[in-house]
């Protein structure tokens, strides 16, 4: 065996190398390596269907690759795929990796955020109850009964730290002017994003009934003092007795019905007048709401000095 010509054997090696070298520079200098920033939308996979993320998550993050200007400019964000793994989480907070696929050849440099905060929470359902409140005032003479609510209670399903926020949900029914029952369906709205309402919509009965009523007898207070030597002689009301329309536990109280005061200062003559009821508290309504009410004046009575002869007491003289 000849023996090995180990410089032809080097020559040939170097010129391989610098053949591969020229290779790689003339790439380089056709298509150089090219890094561009990306935003890609960021996918939220595998999360259980009885958990949810409760606080936000980005939405897009920025991701930096890297590769030959060719490849590079002629990829866009739809060739990539940024994913949130949320098959392993639990109940609570904890921070996720952000993973990104990328078509192959290209290399990812940096994701921004690299890793993601997520608050988890299990989704639960409770039963909360129904209250129902009145808007505005029945008819004169009606008055509206406790809301009847059917159903009297509702689902709420939601994260569970929404759904223990939800003590109760409140109804408004409108009643304004009602004489008859009022009926309404009303949609169901809790203030927590994020929590569902079974059923949506409830319905809602107020029984409006007319009120009972009772002849009162009315009374009118003179007030003032009269012109001098006059004095208040007696009081005519017309009508004297009025329609008083309340509750029956506020009718059983009341007795009469007075008016508003009738001023005689000064006079000298009987006042006539005009003059509203003052209703109690709790009644609905009177009729009339105002009375007739006159007022008699009349001279007073000058007391009189006894006649004849006036005797000194016994043991005077009658003289100072």
Same mark, same amino acid.
């Given at each position: ?8 054997m ?6 391989v ?8 520079y ?20 595998g ?7 409760s606080?936000d ?14 490849? &590079?400019?002629?990829l ?41 905060n ?67 369906t ?40 009269p ?51 003052s209703?109690?508290q709790? &009644? ?10 006159t ?11 006894p ?9 005077g003289?009658?003289?100072?």
């Open positions: 065996m000849a023996g090995i010509d180990w410089r032809n080097s020559l040939r090696i170097l010129s190398l610098l053949a591969l070298l020229l290779w790689v003339a790439t380089n200098e056709q298509n150089p390596v090219h890094n561009q920033i990306l935003s890609i939308s960021l996918i939220q996979r999360l259980p269907d009885n958990m949810v993320v606080n998550i980005p939405r897009v993050v920025s991701v930096r690759i890297q590769g030959t200007r060719g490849q &590079v400019t002629a866009s964000p739809s060739d990539f795929e940024a994913v949130l793994d949320l098959s392993k989480v639990t109940e609570g907070e904890q921070y996720l990796p952000v993973k990104v696929n990328a078509p192959q050849g290209v290399q990812i440099t940096q994701v921004t955020p690299g890793r993601v997520a608050v988890v929470e299990d989704i639960v359902e409770r039963q909360i109850n129904l209250k129902a409140t009145l808007k505005g005032s029945p008819a004169k003479g009606y008055t509206a009964m406790d809301p009847v609510v059917l159903p009297a209670a509702v689902t709420v399903r939601g994260p569970r730290s929404k759904v223990a926020a939800i003590s109760q949900v409140n109804l408004t029914v409108d009643v304004e002017s009602a004489a008859a029952q009022a009926e309404k009303l949609p169901v709205i809790v203030d927590q994003s994020g929590v569902t309402v079974n059923p949506k919509t409830v319905k809602v009965t107020v029984p409006i009934t007319r009120l009972p009523s009772r002849l009162l007898p009315v009374r009118a207070r003179a007030t003032g003092t012109a001098r030597d006059y004095e208040v002689d007696g009081i005519t009301i017309k009508p004297a007795e009025v329609l008083v329309v309340a509750p029956q536990a506020v009718l059983s109280g009341i007795n009469w019905i007075e008016t508003e005061d009738v001023d005689v200062k000064g006079a000298d003559h009987d006042i006539n007048v005009k003059i509203g009821v209703p109690p709790g &009644v609905a309504e009177i009729k009339p709401a105002t009375v007739d009410v007022v008699q004046l009349k001279k007073a009575k000058t007391p009189q000095l006649t004849g002869d006036v005797k000194p007491p016994a043991g003289t009658g003289q100072n």
